[in-house]
């Protein structure tokens, strides 16, 4: 009989931390890493802005513009700006494209909260905007808290005029009333989804009259002054506006021992920043590669941006005709990682989860073979053939990694864009970062697991 200790150690699995699994080398480089990263996060809060920075930095290491249509050279890099909302990033490989593409394709869009199209009006001594909220949110957490307006109006004969106000410390921010305890008796009672309504998420934005003796919503009509002063803008250019209320918080450290991100919109800038900084670390790939930056995943990802729409496919037929190939060969040859976040396990929460099957916090990048709800509805089961695939990939680059599902069965659920790309008969699986408090205005990850997700978006580049 063989000793049990030593057969045990042979045969079972058991999940470790990246501290304990990985050299300390990897944690200094992790917390090294993140300060890009955090960059990356305040200069990124929509996915107008993560567009705009992400050409910004693909510029800076010789990626250069792409239309339909272009020839195409190995080695050389690309990309593709969809209406400044989505953003498609490649670099040519030396092998034959039909080899097929490798795919890192994360999003850009976070929940938030949007503005209506005729938001401004006046009452009690206040202007507000009224708002429409924008992906998975719970109300409660988005009132009192301090708030930034970003976006784009767009007047009558063209003119863009981008906005940003909340974000620079001598800025003022914006808010959302919330009830004094004292008064709360009867909201106290009410479940927690349904004591703050859509329609109370009003965005205070002045209290100050425009003139004094006028009383014709004079506070309205001040707020709409200083716009016009400021932007040239009038109440009704509204109508062509896609204004975003978001939190007003910079990305910060968290803990003593400085080991977590807190910041807005996690979700999922900490899977695209690894996505396109694997990218551009990869030099003279073999494959072809890219990596996909898409907007509209939190509601769907519907429209002209998000995942479903066609750009994608013609994309990969048009690299695949630049470069002499079948575009179905191409398709059923790619590789995909769907990068997105994953709900890590929280002790304060433990009954959402099912403790042997949950993504643990520093334990690295989540490998998630389904998503969905209820019996595995509306999702990609991943093949285990693709899974056993990326083991050896992660494994002989040393990739810390767990695999985990979200949550307890039956206890909710969620999608990523993993089953769109599937769709294109590509073989696809979802790999990304553990969050605590995903959806909340201040997201916390572990800077390891977001420096193992990079470690192995590079591996699958390399692959
Ligand atoms: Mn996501
Ligand atoms: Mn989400």
């Known amino acids: 009989m063989k000793d049990a200790k030593e057969l045990k150690e042979a045969l079972s699995y058991r999940k470790k931390s990246v501290y304990e699994a990985a050299p300390k080398e990897i944690t200094e480089a992790a917390y090294r890493y993140s300060e890009g990263y955090a960059a990356f996060l305040d200069a990124a809060k929509t996915e107008r802005e993560a567009v705009a920075e992400s050409i910004r930095l693909a510029k800076e290491k010789g990626f250069r513009p792409y239309t339909l249509g272009m020839e195409l050279k190995a080695g050389e890099k690309y990309y593709y700006n969809n209406r400044d909302k989505s953003l498609y990033l490649f670099t040519v490989g030396s092998e034959p494209i039909e080899r097929g593409i490798r795919i890192c394709a994360a999003h850009i869009d976070s929940p938030r909260i949007d503005l209506k199209q005729c938001p401004l009006y006046e009452e009690g001594g206040m202007s507000f905007f009224k708002t429409h909220y924008y992906g998975g949110i719970r109300k409660y957490q988005w009132v009192a808290t301090p708030l930034a307006l970003h976006g784009v109006v767009v007047k009558k004969d063209g003119t863009r005029i981008d906005i940003s106000v909340g974000e620079d410390d001598r800025d003022p921010v914006f808010y959302i009333n919330d009830l004094l305890p004292h008064l709360g008796h009867e909201a106290d009672k009410k479940p927690l989804g349904e004591a703050i309504q859509g329609e109370k998420l009003n965005v205070l934005v002045g209290s100050r009259p425009y003139d004094p003796e006028f009383d014709g919503d004079s506070i309205k009509l001040n707020t709409l002054y200083l716009l016009h ?235």
């Open 229 to 463: 002063e400021k932007y040239g803008i009038t109440e009704e250019d509204f109508l062509s506006a896609e204004l975003c209320v978001v939190p007003a918080f910079k990305a910060r450290d968290i803990g003593f021992d400085r080991s977590l991100i807190g910041a807005y919109g996690h979700d999922d800038r900490v899977c695209a920043y690894p996505s396109l900084t694997a990218l551009f670390d990869t030099e003279a790939p073999a494959s072809t590669l890219m990596c996909v930056l898409a907007d509209k995943e939190e509601t769907g990802s519907e429209g002209n941006t998000g995942m479903k729409s066609a750009i994608f496919p013609d994309l990969i037929a048009e690299i695949a005709r630049a470069l002499g190939g079948d575009p179905a060969v191409v398709r059923a040859n790619s590789k995909c990682l769907s990068a997105d976040v994953s709900a890590a396990f929280d002790p304060n929460f433990s009954d959402a989860f099912e403790k042997r099957n949950t993504p643990l916090l520093s334990a690295g990048v989540v490998l998630t073979k389904y998503t969905g709800s209820r019996g595995k509805s509306s999702t990609n089961d991943a093949s285990a053939e693709y899974i056993g695939w990326l083991r050896r990939v992660m494994a002989q680059s040393g990739v810390i990694w767990q695999a985990g599902e979200l949550g307890k069965v039956d206890g909710g659920g969620g999608g990523t864009v993993a089953k769109f790309i599937a769709g294109h008969n590509i073989e696809t699986v979802d790999l990304g970062v553990p969050v605590i408090s995903m959806h909340a205005p201040f997201e916390v990850v572990s800077k390891v697991d977001v420096y193992e997700a990079y470690r192995a978006f590079v591996a699958f580049c390399n692959a």
